[in-house]
């Protein structure tokens, strides 16, 4: 069974990849790889900010951590995010939440997507709330919360129990007319309580489609109150939804994307937010800097198949990830990255490994392994987003940041400082590194983290 955060003598750890602190002036534990994601956690608390004073006064911003944080990494930014005055989070899974838990993260967490029945009493241990949007699921659950005993769990411990409804994104939720018994059935368990009554949207620029997604919620919202059961936080918006001011914000709102500096592709923001959205900024950039600059001749094949040939003497820099790190496969002779502030072409096929740039027309001295390249971020007056990226390899940013591999360094930046470090596995032993500072204001006091409740 997982332990319990709150128990006496528990042991706690960070279970994902270890993080590794930097002190006040001291440089960073070698990189170990010329390749690395900057994550500004400062960024991030402006973010929110931005967001939560375009919410209606009393809605509770909800920070979805969900994918490790958009592959931002989900420890450091909750901690970021909490220590802002964030009061809950939302995940995809049990482990999910189990980690930030394992952390010491306190504020309440949902966990979004039903977890198996028999790790209900590991999450009510663990002061989660949890989805039921299946009848049989459902049944299940409150079966083995019924089944504990005192020896178990204590005796004042419930587990709150979000229902989802089925509002038509046709993926998961209760049906709005069996809604009722649902709640019923939670309120006749001593150990659950219903806690939230919840949808997410299909297209959330689409007004008409959400418009018909929030009557179906407020089908289920009335049906609760007929029967007299108390009516538990409500959220429907997430940030496409908010953004563009589609979908009624209730009592909550489930904000991802555009906490991490990112409008949702193709989305038309609403007037009232459009200062916010002006002012949010990326939180992630990727850089590297090359394993090799050449020269090849006239003619020669560059990468696997060859998918691109040299038509004339050309300088190739290898740059040391590829798919495996997230990059994808798709970007292959389309993506742009930025060396000295200009942009350079990928050529050749992405390989598990390697993305190969033709810096053949870089004016001034000879690119080398020395130069940094930017492939997401900016250099210089260049910026390359992740929404442009997305649109090189015909897809959408979320999926870009999401599949950043876990075994990129991660650096984490406040105060133009690095203050963290993430990777796989680290020995501390053999001394420092560097971190080059990035520009980034001051970070004012904040408040400390919430209870768990």
Same mark, same amino acid.
């Given at each position: 069974?997982?332990?319990?955060?709150?128990?006496?003598?528990?042991?706690?750890?960070? /279970?994902?990849?270890?993080?590794?602190?930097?002190?006040?002036?001291?440089?960073?534990?070698?990189?170990?790889?010329?390749?690395?994601?900057?994550?500004?956690?400062?960024?991030?608390?402006?973010?929110?900010?931005?967001?939560?004073?375009?919410?209606?006064?009393?809605?509770?911003?909800?920070?979805?951590?969900? !994918?490790?944080?958009?592959?931002?990494?989900?420890?450091?930014?909750?901690?970021?995010?909490?220590?802002?005055?964030?009061?809950?989070?939302? +995940?995809?899974?049990?482990?999910?939440?189990?980690?930030?838990?394992?952390?010491?993260?306190?504020?309440?967490?949902?966990?979004?997507?039903?977890?198996?029945?028999?790790?209900?009493?590991?999450?009510?241990?663990?002061?989660?709330?949890?989805?039921?949007?299946?009848?049989?699921?459902?049944?299940?659950?409150? %079966?083995?919360?019924?089944?504990?005993?005192?020896?178990?769990?204590?005796?004042?411990?419930?587990?709150?129990?979000?229902?989802? +409804?089925?509002?038509?994104?046709?993926?998961?939720?209760?049906?709005?007319?069996?809604?009722?018994?649902?709640? =019923?059935?939670?309120? #006749?368990?001593?150990?659950?309580?219903? %806690?939230?009554?919840?949808?997410?949207?299909?297209?959330?620029?689409? %007004? $008409?489609?959400?418009?018909?997604?929030?009557?179906?919620? !407020?089908?289920?919202?009335?049906?609760?109150?007929?029967?007299?059961?108390?009516?538990?936080?409500?959220?429907?918006?997430?940030?496409?939804? *908010?953004?563009?001011?589609?979908?009624?914000?209730?009592?909550?709102?489930?904000?991802?994307?555009?906490?991490?500096?990112?409008?949702?592709?193709?989305?038309?923001?609403?007037?009232?937010?459009?200062? %916010?959205?002006?002012?949010?900024?990326?939180?992630?950039?990727?850089?590297?800097?090359? +394993?090799?600059?050449?020269?090849? #001749?006239?003619?020669? !094949?560059?990468?696997?198949?060859?998918?691109?040939?040299?038509?004339?003497?050309?300088?190739?820099? /290898?740059?040391?990830? !590829?798919?495996?790190?997230?990059?994808?496969?798709?970007?292959?002779?389309?993506?742009?990255?930025?060396?000295?502030?200009?942009?350079?072409?990928?050529?050749?096929?992405?390989? *598990?490994?390697?993305? *190969?740039?033709?810096?053949?027309?870089?004016?001034?001295?000879?690119?080398?392994? $020395?130069?940094?390249?930017?492939?997401?971020?900016?250099?210089?007056?260049?910026?390359?987003? #992740?929404?442009?990226?997305?649109?090189?390899?015909?897809?959408?940013?979320?999926?870009? +940041? /999401?599949? *950043?591999?876990?075994?990129?360094?991660?650096?984490?930046? #406040?105060? =133009?400082?690095?203050?963290?470090?993430?990777?796989?596995?680290?020995?501390?032993?053999?001394?420092?590194?560097? =971190?080059?500072?990035?520009?980034?204001?001051?970070?004012?006091?904040?408040?400390?983290?919430?209870?768990?409740?």
């Amino acid at each position: 069974m997982a332990a319990d955060p709150g128990a006496p003598g528990s042991v706690v750890v960070a /279970t994902r990849h270890p993080l590794v602190e930097v002190a006040p002036g001291q440089p960073l534990p070698p990189l170990p790889r010329s390749a690395w994601i900057e994550v500004d956690l400062d960024a991030v608390v402006s973010n929110v900010r931005l967001l939560q004073g375009s919410l209606p006064s009393g809605i509770r911003f909800e920070a979805v951590v969900k !994918g490790d944080a958009y592959g931002h990494g989900a420890v450091p930014v909750a901690r970021a995010l909490v220590g802002a005055g964030v009061q809950s989070l939302s +995940v995809a899974t049990f482990d999910e939440g189990l980690e930030l838990r394992q952390a010491g993260i306190s504020v309440p967490i949902l966990v979004l997507f039903p977890i198996p029945p028999e790790l209900v009493p590991d999450a009510l241990r663990l002061c989660l709330s949890v989805t039921a949007g299946d009848q049989t699921l459902l049944e299940r659950t409150l %079966a083995v919360l019924d089944g504990l005993t005192d020896a178990d769990v204590p005796a004042d411990r419930e587990l709150p129990v979000h229902l989802e +409804v089925e509002t038509g994104l046709g993926r998961g939720g209760l049906h709005s007319t069996d809604v009722p018994a649902a709640a =019923a059935a939670i309120e #006749a368990s001593p150990r659950a309580r219903l %806690a939230g009554l919840w949808s997410h949207l299909q297209a959330a620029g689409d %007004a $008409d489609r959400t418009a018909d997604q929030a009557a179906r919620l !407020g089908v289920a919202s009335g049906l609760l109150e007929e029967v007299g059961t108390t009516m538990p936080d409500r959220h429907l918006a997430a940030s496409g939804g *908010m953004l563009a001011a589609t979908a009624p914000s209730y009592d909550v709102v489930r904000i991802g994307l555009a906490m991490y500096g990112i409008v949702p592709d193709g989305l038309t923001v609403d007037e009232r937010h459009a200062a %916010a959205v002006a002012g949010l900024r990326p939180v992630l950039s990727l850089r590297a800097r090359p +394993v090799r600059v050449t020269e090849l #001749a006239a003619g020669t !094949g560059v990468s696997y198949g060859p998918t691109f040939v040299t038509s004339r003497p050309s300088r190739i820099a /290898t740059l040391p990830l !590829g798919y495996a790190d997230g990059w994808p496969r798709s970007l292959s002779n389309r993506a742009q990255v930025l060396v000295r502030g200009r942009r350079v072409p990928a050529v050749g096929t992405v390989a *598990m490994d390697a993305v *190969m740039i033709d810096v053949t027309d870089v004016p001034g001295p000879p690119v080398t392994v $020395d130069d940094e390249f930017t492939l997401i971020g900016s250099q210089g007056e260049e910026t390359i987003d #992740a929404t442009e990226v997305a649109r090189w390899g015909n897809t959408i940013s979320y999926e870009i +940041v /999401t599949a *950043m591999s876990g075994r990129l360094p991660r650096v984490y930046y #406040a105060a =133009a400082r690095a203050v963290q470090m993430r990777v796989v596995a680290c020995d501390l032993g053999r001394g420092g590194g560097e =971190a080059s500072p990035r520009g980034a204001p001051a970070k004012e006091e904040e408040p400390g983290p919430l209870g768990c409740e």
